[in-house]
C-alpha cells in the first residue's frame, strides 16, 4: 500500500512538473517578442482575415513569439470569431494577449487630417499625399470625376466635386482608402450643409449649386470671416443688377498656377471662369468653402454696396458707387506710398 502511494504521489508531481513546464512555455510563447521596443509598428488586417493568417503577418513583423500560440490563446479566450479588421498601431512590447484584445475591440489607430477652407481639389490631393494618407493621383482622379467613385452620394454633382470636401478636421482610420476618404468628406459636406442648413438652402432662390459656387467665392475673397456676409451680399447685389463678378478669386482659379499677386494681362485669361470676362456665376465652385462661408451666402449682410477694394490688413472697404470706389482705390494707393519702409 504505501508501494502505491508512494508511486502515486511521484505521478503527481511529474504531472504538476510537465504542467508547470508547459504554463511556462505558453507563457513564454505569448511573452512580447522584445520587451523594452516601444516602436510603433503600423499593421493593416484584411477583410475576413483568419486567426491563422494574422497570426502570419503578425509574427513577420515580430509583434508576437509564436503563430500556434497565438492561435490557440484566441481560441482559449474565445476571440478567435470577433478579430476585426482595420489598421492597427501594436509595439512588439504589447505581447499576444493585449494584441488579442484590441484586435477583438476593433481599437484601430486613427490619425487626424484638417483641411483648412479654401482649398483646390488638387491642394487637398497634395495634402493627402504629405501626410502620407493616400495618393495624389489617385484622389484627384477620384475627386474630379476621372475615375468613377463606388459609393457617390445622390445629392452630388456629376463630374467634379470641387467645392464639396467639407474644410474641417477629421479622424481617420489607418488603412483607408483616397475613395474612402472622399467619401468622408463628402458624407460630413452632407451633415454640415444639406442637412444643417436645410431650412436655409430651401428659402433660397439660388440652387445648392449656386449657394456652394458662391460661398467658395467668398471664402477665397474674404480673409476676415466677419466680412464675408458683406461680401456675399456685394456679389449677390452684382448678380441682381446684371453685372460681371469681377472676382480675382475667379481668375486665380482659371490659372494654371495660383499667382501672389495678379497683373492686368491675368484678367484677360480666356476661361468660363474668368468673372471678369463672364457675367454671372462661374461653372462650378473654386475652392471648399467652410461653414462660415456658406453661412453668409445663406444669409447675407443688408447693404447695398457693389464694390469693394482690399487695405494692407486684408480688410476692405465697401462701396456704393464706382465714384466711391475709385476714390477708396486711391485713398489707399496714396497711403501705401507714404507708409515709410520697414527697416
Given at each position: 500500500?504505501?508501494?502505491?502511494?508512494?508511486?502515486?504521489?511521484?505521478g503527481m508531481v511529474v504531472v504538476a512538473a510537465a504542467l508547470l513546464v508547459a504554463?511556462?512555455?505558453?507563457k513564454s510563447a505569448l511573452a512580447p517578442p522584445v520587451p523594452g521596443d516601444r516602436t510603433p509598428h503600423y499593421v493593416l488586417i484584411p477583410p475576413k482575415s483568419s486567426v491563422a493568417?494574422?497570426?502570419?503577418?503578425?509574427?513577420?513583423?515580430?509583434?508576437?513569439r509564436e503563430e500556434r500560440a497565438f492561435q490557440l490563446a484566441a481560441r482559449q479566450l474565445e476571440l478567435d470569431h470577433r478579430l476585426q479588421a482595420g489598421g492597427y498601431r501594436?509595439?512588439?512590447?504589447?505581447?499576444?494577449v493585449p494584441i488579442l484584445r484590441e484586435l477583438a475591440a476593433g481599437k484601430v489607430y486613427v490619425r487626424k487630417l484638417t483641411l483648412p477652407e479654401g482649398l483646390t481639389i488638387p491642394?487637398?490631393?497634395?495634402?493627402?499625399?504629405?501626410?502620407?494618407?493616400g495618393r495624389a493621383a489617385t484622389f484627384r482622379a477620384l475627386a474630379t470625376g476621372t475615375h468613377p467613385l463606388a459609393t457617390r452620394p445622390a445629392w452630388a454633382p456629376a463630374g467634379s466635386l470641387e467645392g464639396h470636401l467639407f474644410p474641417e478636421t477629421y479622424q481617420v482610420p489607418l488603412g483607408v482608402s483616397e475613395g474612402e476618404l472622399l467619401g468622408m468628406f463628402l458624407k460630413r459636406f452632407e451633415e454640415v450643409v444639406l442637412a444643417g442648413d436645410a431650412k436655409r438652402l430651401k428659402a433660397q432662390r439660388l440652387t445648392l449649386h449656386e449657394v456652394v459656387t458662391l460661398a467658395s467665392i467668398v471664402e477665397r475673397e474674404a480673409k476676415l470671416p466677419r466680412e464675408q456676409p458683406l461680401m456675399a451680399r456685394v456679389f449677390l447685389n452684382r448678380l441682381q443688377l446684371g453685372m460681371k463678378l469681377e472676382s480675382c478669386a475667379t481668375v486665380q482659379y482659371a490659372l494654371p498656377h495660383?499667382?501672389?499677386?495678379?497683373?492686368?494681362?491675368d484678367l484677360k485669361v480666356q476661361s468660363p471662369y474668368n468673372t471678369y470676362l463672364h457675367a454671372g456665376l462661374p461653372p462650378g465652385p473654386i475652392a471648399s468653402p467652410g461653414g462660415s462661408a456658406l453661412a453668409a451666402v445663406l444669409v447675407p449682410a443688408q447693404t447695398p454696396a457693389l464694390y469693394f477694394v482690399a487695405r494692407p490688413d486684408h480688410s476692405h472697404v465697401f462701396?456704393?458707387?464706382?465714384a466711391a470706389?475709385?476714390?477708396?482705390?486711391?485713398?489707399?494707393?496714396?497711403?501705401?506710398?507714404?507708409?515709410?519702409?520697414?527697416?
Open positions: 500500500m504505501r508501494r502505491v502511494l508512494l508511486i502515486g504521489g511521484v504554463q511556462r512555455k505558453v493568417s494574422i497570426a502570419r503577418q503578425l509574427r513577420r513583423e515580430n509583434l508576437i501594436f509595439t512588439r512590447a504589447d505581447g499576444a491642394e487637398v490631393a497634395e495634402r493627402l499625399e504629405q501626410g502620407g494618407f495660383r499667382k501672389a499677386r495678379l497683373l492686368y494681362r462701396s456704393q458707387t464706382l470706389h475709385e476714390a477708396a482705390k486711391g485713398a489707399l494707393r496714396r497711403a501705401a506710398k507714404q507708409t515709410p519702409p520697414q527697416s
